[in-house]
């Protein structure tokens, strides 16, 4: 009987084979990560992987000092998590247009912006939002060219565009504790209009926490408790896009006082941002 001899493969050919299998087996775990990191965010009530970088982009030394300046969360954080935090601070800032009107574009006004945005979604593995492009920072209390009307700061989804009285934005940072802050108030409206349009796992997250805390309010006591309680003030009961806003900033700046009220709501919240201080706030 005769044998064919087994052939030899020149490294060419391997490399070749290699190169044809490799986006297959890469497509294939991806798949697979996919699915798993659907069930156990289902599970779970939170993604599987938030920080998936592998090389952080750096802050100068300047920039990291307004950074610990103006933002109180970021002064908190590990130093592993400030890290992070300075990495998607730059990648936001790089990937945004920013424009002022009658006030000079300062690097703490940028720094600012992007870290009060930072710290709302710290806790998402999609942080960026299509549906900011664009900043514009007026120096007061500015005339809309959109309604004509005079505004500390409003979101336009159709212009992909977010607009601040800096005045107004810095004394929201400024006051931790007044439970009014025009950043994320703003940023709230635009990340609360991303989720009802994408299907990425982190936005499904926030939609359906989202979901469990308006049919929460089908209890009557608890709707009832919310609303004479005096907590929120008046205007987050215009709609639940200004409901969401307003209680997004009672959640960052009296965190222990949502919790102790409403314990309830603030579980949830916690669920819809993935915050989990006990992991990343020193």
């Known amino acids: ?9 020149t490294f060419a050919e391997f490399f070749a084979m290699f190169i044809l299998v490799f ?19 289902r599970n779970f009530k939170k993604p599987l992987v938030v920080f998936n970088h592998f090389f952080n982009k750096k802050l100068s030394e300047s920039d990291k000092s307004i950074l610990r300046e103006n933002n109180h969360f970021y002064q908190k954080l590990k ?7 300075e990495h998607r601070v730059a990648v936001f800032i790089g990937k945004t247009e920013f424009s002022t009107r009658d006030i ?9 912006i992007a870290a009060v945005y930072i710290q709302l979604t710290f806790g998402m593995k999609n942080y960026l939002n299509t549906l900011i492009q664009r900043i514009i ?30 005045s107004d934005f ?17 940023f709230t409206h635009a990340l609360h209009f991303q989720t009802l349009k994408s299907n990425k796992s982190a936005h ?3 939609r359906e926490s989202l979901q469990n805390l308006f049919s929460s309010f089908s209890n009557v006591d608890l ?39 409403f314990p309830s709501i603030y579980k949830k919240v916690k669920e819809m941002l993935n915050y989990n201080e006990a992991i990343f706030i020193a």
């Open 1 to 9: 009987m005769n044998f064919m001899p087994e052939r030899e493969y």
């Open 23 to 41: 986006p297959i087996v890469i497509a294939y775990c991806y798949f697979i990560f996919y699915v798993v990191e659907i069930i156990y965010q």
């Open 79 to 85: 130093p592993k998590y400030k890290s992070y935090f």
């Open 104 to 112: 000079p574009l300062s690097s703490e006004i940028k720094l600012s």
């Open 137 to 166: 920072i007026y120096p007061d209390i500015y005339l809309s060219t959109h309604t004509n009307e005079y505004y500390k700061g409003e979101f336009n989804p159709k212009m992909k565009t977010i607009v601040f009285s800096w």
């Open 170 to 186: 810095k004394s929201g940072i400024d006051i931790k504790n007044d439970n009014l802050n025009l950043g994320l108030h703003e």
């Open 204 to 206: 499904v997250l926030f």
């Open 223 to 261: 709707r009832n408790e919310v609303l004479n309680s005096g907590y929120l003030r008046t205007y987050a009961f215009e709609n639940q896009y200004e409901f969401v806003a307003v209680l997004l900033e009672h959640f960052f700046e009296s965190p222990e006082e949502l919790k102790q009220k």
